[in-house]
């Protein structure tokens, strides 16, 4: 048995508020340069909803995870002759148009306008080129329109479903999704990228991007079926979601985290065996990918596993973090977690607590007890927000898991309520969901009353001071421009407004003409004439003498 550590999210979507405030604290933290003004490391969507990028669920459109092909698993986007087909030209990428087309307002115009007999307004103004624009589209276009006639049709989990339960929906209900990378066990945007830019950290489990060997390729982006790896058209290379690996290497929660209003987000350590991770993704049935992977998930209190990852080099600090983790409890524990689209099969490992409200208040409006347990597990079945969604959202359609795990929220709601208003206490409740009473008061204080250390147990994995050679104190390579492993300046659009190339977003790498010597010897096969070998399209012999390619 070997052992791996991975740091892992849990968010309880009962507590989201739809503030945005984790999306604007991690723009502002990772994504405010020049290229990234339309990504969103973070972003809370508004369910039913399109999503962002426009209908990203829809794998049949977008090819994005695996799929199981002769028993299998390979890349939905293709085998490796596929993707170099499509490597100048991927239909399957998403344009600037699905994310959208950002905009800031010429404020100047307020204060500049000459005088007349209308007032004066500050227009909307492209961030990509600078010219006057139209909104059309946004990064939270669906918020608060859950339901509405105009957005619900596009939602690719409604269109699985009978239109009686759209008709349902447009009457009923809306609920928030924060979405960031998932820092999957079995990662296809790894699996898909030509240059192995893209990586697992061995020690956190944490995906990231290796911005020194992206070429810019966007296959990783194609290939992640939540779309959340972006194409940088200022710099070339591919971004994504860092997990704030330098806050989390510290002992701190992410920036999402920290910031947010709800409380809604905890992280913890979670021991698992990677040699079961290929098999638990290759099951055949999708329903059973959410049983699968929670066999892979391994007891850091079982003596045996403790010694495996000793041997293994993970620390002991880790394996302590691992037994107190509100992560593992939330997931294996009390089975009230559940992973987003396991049918994806790259084994998320952001999961989140499915939404109870709506069945209370539901029940409260015609007239019954809200909280009695009886009226809630009754209900469990007819949810305002349908089992059969929730389960296209968290259980490849499964309804089973997640109408236990709701069970076991409305018998804490249930015996809480009993606990506050003195009255006596009734241990079928419990007894009915498989917890006791301890079970039930620890389930309460971590959903509800935990503290920061309680909902953050995150080991340090690294002590000490970062070197700071040019003692600017600047601790990012990305807080400015030309950091490591950036483009040079003009070799992907320049870095002021109205200066970048909107037709580089959706343009393969190449070396055509004005690019920098940095750039020197990248095949370009658009413009190849046919004749001899370009340079750089095989390896050359040693002592030979470069040459252009002949274009």
Not at 64 to 81: D, F, M, N, Q
Not at 166 to 194: K, Q, T
Not at 329 to 336: E, K
Request: proline letters at 9%; a negative charge; one cysteine or more.
């Amino acid at each position: 048995m070997r052992v791996m550590a991975q740091v892992a999210m849990v968010m309880n979507l009962d507590k989201c508020i739809g503030c945005h405030t984790c999306s604007v604290t991690c723009k502002q933290t990772w994504t405010n340069r020049t290229g990234t003004e339309y990504v969103w490391f973070n972003n809370v969507e508004t369910r039913p909803g399109q999503g962002y990028p426009r209908g990203h669920e829809d794998q049949e459109k977008w090819k994005g995870g695996w799929r199981l092909k002769g028993g299998r698993l390979v890349p939905r986007s293709g085998g490796r002759a596929r993707r170099l087909a499509r490597l100048f030209a991927n239909p399957e990428l998403p344009t600037l148009d699905d994310y959208y087309q950002p905009w800031t307002y010429d404020y100047e115009n307020l204060t500049t306008a000459p005088l007349g007999d209308d007032i004066p307004t500050a227009p909307p103004r492209s961030l990509i080129d600078g010219r006057p624009t139209e909104i059309t589209w946004g990064p939270n276009w669906d918020d608060d329109l859950g339901g509405g006639p105009d957005q619900l049709a596009a939602d690719p989990l409604l269109a699985r479903m009978s239109e009686q339960v759209r008709l349902d929906y447009e009457r009923a209900f809306m609920f928030y999704l924060p979405r960031i990378c998932e820092h999957c066990l079995n990662p296809s945007c790894v699996a898909v990228c030509p240059s192995g830019a893209l990586y697992k950290r061995v020690e956190d489990g944490i995906v990231l991007v290796d911005q020194d060997r992206c070429r810019g390729w966007r296959m990783c982006v194609s290939g992640c079926p939540y779309k959340k790896v972006y194409f940088n058209h200022s710099t070339g290379k591919a971004e994504k979601c860092t997990f704030c690996y330098p806050r989390i290497e510290a002992g701190d929660p992410t920036v999402c985290s920290e910031t947010c209003v709800g409380r809604l987000r905890y992280l913890g350590v979670m021991l698992y065996d990677p040699d079961r991770v290929g098999a638990a993704a290759s099951v055949t049935d999708e329903k059973d990918l959410y049983e699968a992977q929670l066999g892979c998930f391994l007891d850091p209190d079982d003596p045996e596993v403790a010694r495996a990852a000793e041997a293994s080099g993970i620390p002991h600090d880790w394996v302590e973090a691992a037994r107190r983790s509100p992560v593992r409890a939330l997931i294996t524990r009390y089975r009230v977690a559940l992973p987003l689209h396991p049918e994806y099969r790259t084994m998320p490992m952001v999961w989140y607590v499915p939404p109870l409200s709506p069945v209370v208040d539901a029940l409260t409006g015609s007239g019954h007890d809200g909280e009695d347990p009886a009226a809630l597990f009754g209900a469990i079945d007819t949810l305002r927000i349908p089992l059969g969604y929730l389960a296209e959202l968290f259980t490849a359609g499964d309804p089973g898991p997640v109408e236990a795990a709701l069970c076991r929220l409305a018998a804490m709601r249930s015996h809480m309520r009993r606990v506050n208003l003195g009255e006596e206490q009734d241990p079928r409740i419990a007894g009915s969901v498989g917890l006791d009473e301890p079970g039930i008061l620890e389930l309460y204080r971590l959903l509800a009353l935990a503290k920061y250390d309680e909902r953050y147990v995150i080991p340090t994995s690294y002590t000490g001071s970062v070197p700071d050679p040019d003692g600017s104190g600047a601790g990012c390579s990305l807080d400015g421009e030309g950091g490591p492993g950036m483009m040079p300046e003009g070799a992907g659009g320049g870095p002021g407004l109205g200066e970048c190339d909107l037709d580089a977003f959706h343009a393969p790498p190449t070396a055509g003409s004005g690019t920098s010597s940095a750039l020197r010897g990248r095949v370009n096969l658009l413009n190849w004439n046919g004749k001899g070998r370009p340079n750089g399209l095989f390896p050359r012999a040693r002592g030979t003498a470069r040459t252009e390619p002949e274009l």
